[in-house]
């Protein structure tokens, strides 16, 4: 037992953390830091067909926030991006039995790093999608242009 009376689950969570480092090029990144105690949290999202296949995190943080960070990206991998953002703090600290009254706002760290990385992943298809219909209206129009005919009328070609 710690002076902080952590359960056993999180202190092997602590112990032994799963996802941790980082994505490279990730399709949503998130960063974190927790005013009252100056920690930092990252989190890298890899997501397709709106599933996230795959999720690594960064802590700098404490015992508290390694576990329920470690824990959090067991519970995120393999879930949709909604699932994902339904998660919360309450549901995290259920997996790990409890956590000292004290250590609770450790365990958002992870959480809005997360949100954060969502919140990147849905920025970045907004801008795809609108490059992408940048792309086809500029198709379009260039095809318009090129077709024998579809001249615009103006004052000089008008008879
Ligand atoms: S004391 Fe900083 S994250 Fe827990």
Redesign the pocket.
Known sequence: MTPLNYTKKVLKEFQHPTNMGEIKNPDGHGMVG?P????VMEVFLRIRNNKIIDIKAKTF??I??IATTSVLTKMVKGRTVEQAMRIKKEDIIKKLGAMPPI?I??SL?GLNALHKAIEDYKKKKKEEKNNEQEKKNRREKNRREATPGAKRKTKRNVK
């Open positions: 927790n009252s105690c100056g920690d943080g404490c508290a926030a250590k706002h450790c760290l």
